[in-house]
């Protein structure tokens, strides 16, 4: 059954099957190529060493009782990372990844949250971090977890690897998002979650075995872990692989790996594209070709309309279109992508009355106005699964065409709910349309309205609410600097001092 020629994402699926097909079929087909720091060759990782490693990895921890239990997963963005995520589903536990502290108070209060309300099996880390974090774990936090690095189980092969007895509806991933301005939910993934998200955007980016995926995105958030990785395991096809300090620090790297691999697909957040407008100069693309470059994701924080605009002028002369930019939708309670724009065309723009959002109104066109960027078509598309709809947040009734209102989504891309959190799950997953009974819908908490079949989103709900779990402000984003930041510490020897952490609350 595992290596059957059952469809990608049919009701019989599971990442770990999928991966292990290719293992068998394309066996030495780079999955994954490691840049350094200078943007140098480190590493190429095959399907075949990916299944091998996976099993050892697997058959190590299943010793201590992991199945369908958490796993926190302490990396920086690299080998080791993905290795240890797979290895974590072979062997049927949860993965969870969880940044590494790059001394920051919230850093350390962020691990300690997961630590308290993930109650993980076990903590997996890189060797170099294992010993401090023993010590940090058991000084600081009082918990008595058992903390293992990923080289040693990697290369203990005592017991054989068994494989677990997982479907579809097996839970896959335990996500809390980082930036939350209250203590964040665990999100509950399963593997129909991740493969039916998974086929959305092969959809919606028109992407196969044979594309190139290239990203900096720290794999501990969706965007890098679900929208590069996940969909490299699903396609079978190839990632290139870049360190979000090496981009912090040299962005031009980013561009030049898209232009050296022929990736096709690549993407980062609003803020990531104006740190290439800010930082890269012409004499560091000199001979770069981004003309492959077919669809350029831009996701997790507000789409500006200038960014496109400025981004396209600037690198136009080394062959990127603006037909490229690809504004998306999503959140990590519906795994990731919720909706993406049609490609190949430029993202479409509408000016707007901006009092008309803040006062959640019928939308007037204003040439004048605020310039919103479309983020997705939602025209009942077949090849995505999810139903978007815009609902009065107060009485509960659907909302017509250019009527501000906030977002609900249903459909298979939708996580089980939060961890341990059975009010907060019916709150937040299990909402009903007033007038329409038998379907549940997921609330994001953000606000948007549906203009000529697609959505355009306004910003978060004035109101404290336990939607999300995230910053409950239009300003809620993902900016190149904090996130690049976590990994500016997480070279070896060690991790920030417990100066940093005392203060965490």
Not at 349 to 354: E, F, S, T
Request: charged letters at 20%; proline letters at 7%; aromatic letters at 8%.
């Amino acid at each position: 059954m595992w290596l059957s020629n059952t469809k990608a994402g049919s009701d019989e699926d599971t990442l770990v099957q999928l991966v292990a097909r290719h293992a068998a079929h394309i066996p030495e087909k780079t999955a994954f190529t490691f840049l350094g720091e200078t943007g140098a060759e480190e590493r190429n990782v095959t399907f075949s060493e990916l299944h091998s490693d996976a099993m050892a990895i697997a058959a190590r921890i299943g010793q201590l009782d992991v199945f369908q239990r958490p796993v926190m997963l302490l990396f920086p963005t690299g080998e080791d990372f993905v290795r240890a995520f797979l290895g974590c589903l072979y062997a049927g536990a949860i993965p969870v990844p969880v940044p590494l502290p790059s001394g920051e108070s919230h850093d350390f209060a962020h691990v300690r949250h997961v630590l308290s309300d993930a109650t993980p099996a076990c903590v997996l880390v890189d060797e170099c971090w294992r010993g401090r974090m023993v010590t940090y774990f058991r000084t600081q936090l009082d918990a008595d977890v058992v903390v293992s690095s990923i080289s040693a189980l990697a290369k203990d092969d005592s017991e054989p690897w068994v494989a677990p007895d997982i479907g579809p509806d097996v839970l896959a991933l335990l996500q809390y998002p980082w930036a939350a301005m209250n203590p964040p939910k665990g999100v509950m993934v399963d593997h129909r979650n991740l493969l039916d998200n998974s086929a959305l955007m092969q959809a919606r980016w028109g992407s196969h075995e044979h594309s190139v995926h290239g990203s900096w995105l720290p794999l501990h958030h969706a965007m890098g872990l679900v929208g590069v990785v996940v969909q490299v395991l699903y396609e079978g096809s190839t990632g290139v692989l870049l360190s979000p300090r090496a981009f912090a620090e040299r962005p031009y790297l980013w561009l030049r790996l898209i232009g050296d691999y022929g990736v096709d697909i690549a993407g980062a957040p609003n803020g990531g594209y104006e740190h290439c407008i800010e930082r890269v100069s012409d004499h560091q693309l000199a001979g770069v070709d981004l003309s492959g470059w077919r669809v350029a994701i831009n996701a997790a924080e507000p789409v500006r309309e200038e960014t496109l605009r400025r981004f396209s002028a600037r690198f136009s002369r080394n062959g990127f279109s603006s037909q490229a930019h690809m504004p998306c939708y999503g959140l990590i309670e519906s795994t990731l992508c919720v909706c993406a724009c049609d490609r190949p065309k430029a993202p479409n723009v509408l000016y707007v009355d901006g009092g008309d959002l803040i006062d959640r109104k019928t939308v007037t066109p204003d040439p004048c106005g605020t310039p919103l960027v479309a983020c997705g078509s939602v025209r009942g598309d077949p090849a995505s699964s999810l139903d978007v709809r815009i609902v009065d947040p107060d009485s509960r009734r659907a909302l017509g065409v250019d009527r501000v209102g906030e977002i609900w989504i249903s459909g298979s891309s939708v996580a089980r709910g939060y961890l341990g959190s059975h009010e907060d799950t019916s709150a937040t997953f299990r909402a009903q349309i007033r007038g329409r009974p038998g379907t549940y819908y997921l609330r994001t908490g953000d606000l948007g309205f549906i203009h000529a079949g697609e959505l355009f989103v306004t910003g978060r709900r004035a109101v404290s609410t336990a939607f999300s779990g995230r910053a409950d402000t239009p300003s809620s984003t993902f900016p190149v600097g904090p996130y690049a930041a976590l990994e500016l510490e997480t070279r070896c020897p060690a991790p920030a001092t417990q100066t940093s952490a005392s203060h965490g609350g």
